[in-house]
């Protein structure tokens, strides 16, 4: 298994969305990461010293995130689908993760 880059920032459906490293959010919250859609930000808990965190966790993290903004806009968009899909945060863990498993474990022709 690779680890997942963490991008700085990437498109979605025209929205541009920053990746912010926050150490204060785990104290803050005790959250590991957040999807702020009033800022068109993911924030994320970094590795440090009072919350130690693996690159797997962190990759985690971002996937779930990232599955918060899908389906926030795949409800907005696609009018039969329920419409707070993206606060259902058993489907959001569910398919980050199997988002971040595929991504993860994809092997390419030449090697990695
Ligand atoms: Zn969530």
Redesign the pocket.
């Known amino acids: 298994m690779a680890d997942l880059r963490i991008p700085k920032r990437f498109q979605i459906l025209g929205q541009t969305i920053e990746v912010v490293w926050d150490v204060e959010l785990n104290h803050k919250n005790d959250w590991n ?3 702020v859609y009033r800022k068109n930000q993911i924030r994320i808990q970094p590795n440090g010293d009072g919350t130690p965190r693996t690159q797997d966790q962190i990759g985690h993290t971002f996937c ?2 990232l ?2 903004w899908i389906l926030y806009y795949a409800a907005a968009f696609y009018p039969s689908s329920k419409e707070h899909l993206h606060q259902d ?1 058993g489907l ?2 569910l398919a ?1 993760g199997l988002l971040h498993q595929a991504l993860t474990s994809m092997e390419y022709e030449g090697g990695a």
């Open positions: 990461g957040s999807a779930h995130e599955m918060h945060e959001v863990d980050g």
